[in-house]
């Protein structure tokens, strides 16, 4: 689960078959608010990422100084359409150009999160643009560990051709890599995941939970706005529902079933306890600290009318069942900070709130 002070890296490589416009650009930008409720730093790669496969061989390009053509755009659905078209790549040799790859594609991809830096209306301390690449042996450790990526056959169904699949495989690993000489978790999406699914199975890497769970209970805060997101990571109690969430998620996935429902199901139970407990906290200490003062205030041999004591004995009783209400709101303080979450998720839009 996120820790005390967490970050998130997110690799151009590993987010690359996403980052086009449309849908799976809106869907990454969702995708990125969740992390930036959940972790205290999100890392973004800076510049541009560019890969192209196809059955006879395969090309990437990482620049980190150009976010690509125009001002960097996201790259559009139809010129990602290319499968089955003609590419190369050449190379000056003497005065001419030497073909050193021809063939079909499968993959073009061009990926930059420049549109992320440009949509944000200030410049959050808590999301950072920057260039991070691994030393050549861990390049090498890369290609090794993608080579076990292909032949463990999940990238088989995606991609028929070699090339391609260990294009990918290749950016999964260095992304996961990276991340790892990082000590950070890292965020894939969906196609470099499932690549990734492998480390999961074998016991060398584990899955950072929580993401699930608060979209499950609160769906509608992938669509606040980078403002409310920003106001929503000052709220007090939110380390401690990054936590809460952590834990219903690994509920949910221990009971099985739909992971939303029995995410649902274990939220709403924590809420109940912990409203409960909150509620509770002053009047029980009030009737357990009463009747001990009552009995004192019988049999103990007071000065003066027993309204002298009992003036004095009250404000102390209350006192005190305040002081324990307020110890008991800051355990529970990712009660307030839950639904602080679905008023500003029911500003962002109406519509949502909480699930259930």
Do not use: C
């Amino acid at each position: 689960m996120p820790g005390p002070s967490s970050r998130m890296y997110f690799p151009l490589r590993g987010n690359a078959s996403t980052l086009v416009s449309g849908a799976p650009g809106a869907a990454f930008r969702r995708r990125l608010k969740v992390a930036a409720l959940l972790f205290d730093k999100i890392i973004l790669d800076a510049g541009m990422w560019v890969g192209m496969a196809g059955p006879r061989g395969a090309f990437e390009l990482r620049d980190p100084a150009s976010d690509g053509p125009g001002e960097g755009d996201w790259q559009l659905a139809r010129e990602r359409h290319h499968q089955g078209r003609p590419w190369h790549l050449s190379m000056e040799s003497g005065g001419a150009w030497v073909p050193l790859v021809q063939s079909s594609t499968t993959i073009s991809w061009r990926a930059t999160f420049a549109p992320i830096r440009r949509e944000l209306p200030h410049a959050y301390d808590w999301i950072e643009f920057e260039s991070f690449d691994l030393l050549d042996a861990d390049k090498q450790l890369a290609k090794k560990m993608a080579q076990e990526a292909v032949q463990d056959g999940l990238l088989a169904a995606a991609f028929s051709d070699g090339p391609t699949r260990t294009l990918v495989a290749e950016s999964m690993t260095r992304s996961v890599l990276l991340a790892a000489r990082m000590r950070v978790p890292v965020s894939l999406d969906k196609l470099h995941a499932t690549a990734a699914a492998m480390f999961v199975a074998r016991g060398q890497a584990r899955p950072v939970l929580g993401a699930a769970a608060l979209t499950a209970v609160l769906p509608a805060v992938r669509d606040l706005t980078w403002e409310q997101v920003n106001d929503a990571r000052a709220f007090e109690g939110l380390p401690r529902l990054r936590a809460i969430m952590a834990d219903v998620e690994a509920e949910a996935l221990r009971r099985g079933g739909p992971l939303d429902e029995a995410a649902l199901r274990a939220f709403h139970a924590e809420y109940a306890k912990a409203a409960r407990q909150t509620e509770s906290a002053l009047g029980s200490l009030v009737r357990s600290v009463a009747i001990g003062g009552i009995v004192s205030l019988a049999t103990l041999p007071v000065a003066g009318p027993v309204g002298i004591a009992a003036a004095v004995a009250i404000p102390a009783i209350i006192e005190t069942a305040q002081a324990m209400r307020r110890r008991r709101e800051r355990e529970n303080s990712w009660l307030t900070a839950a639904d602080r979450l679905r008023v500003l998720a029911a500003i962002s839009r109406p519509e949502s709130g909480y699930v259930g």
